[in-house]
């Protein structure tokens, strides 16, 4: 069995039905985004196919993890779990010994807030959580087209897409979003300036 059958053999275990064929669409999405961007596809693929490796936990159990390893990022992780099952994710591939490379368990740990550093791959799995033949919300398809035409205008378009939602549910926006939005359009404007 290739690693990839093996990756998914085990997510079928972990996750809902629903939630194992939006992490195909994901890796699939991401693989065709990194080939478009020159970004290493089977990375991609697999970066996709794990990024929500933690996400059917409980908010106790991902709460529990967070604290013993020292994986929150800001006290709103303490009011919003959900939003650590990104770096739970990571550190659980990591310690189980599936994931060693530092850039997927980088785009799996990041994928749910965002993160100023974030590289290529990162941007590109942020994205294709989005836009994955599955989602069908108001605007999936203008994303869809941004995404394809620039990494950082998808990614910024994604993340606008979260923010509009919070604010206009009164809600908490995590400082690290806040952050990952002000440093792309750093990167944008430098890149506008050339
Ligand atoms: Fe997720
Ligand atoms: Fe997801």
Do not use: W
Request: glycine share 6%; aromatic share 6%.
């Amino acid at each position: 069995m290739d690693l990839t059958e093996g990756y998914k053999e085990m997510l079928k275990k972990r996750l809902t039905p629903k939630r194992y064929t939006h992490t195909i669409g994901v890796a699939q999405t991401a693989a065709k985004l990194a080939g478009m961007y020159k970004v290493n596809v089977t990375k991609a693929h697999t970066a996709g196919l794990l990024h929500d490796y933690a996400k059917d936990m409980s908010n106790e159990e991902l709460l529990d993890l967070a604290i013993e390893n020292e994986l929150m990022t800001d006290d709103l992780d303490v009011i919003m779990p959900q939003i650590l099952h990104g770096a739970v994710g990571a550190f659980l591939l990591e310690r189980e010994g599936i994931v060693d490379d530092p850039d997927i368990l980088a785009a799996i740990r990041y994928h749910t807030t965002g993160h100023p550093d974030m590289n290529d791959l990162a941007k590109i799995i942020y994205i294709a959580d989005y836009i994955e033949p599955g989602r069908d919300f108001k605007g999936v398809e203008k994303m869809r087209k941004v995404a394809y035409r620039s990494l950082e205008y998808g990614m910024l378009s994604g993340l606008d897409h979260t923010l509009m939602h919070l604010i206009h549910s009164a809600a908490y926006v995590h400082p690290l979003s806040i952050a990952t939005r002000n440093r792309l359009i750093e990167q944008l404007n430098i890149k506008h300036c050339n």
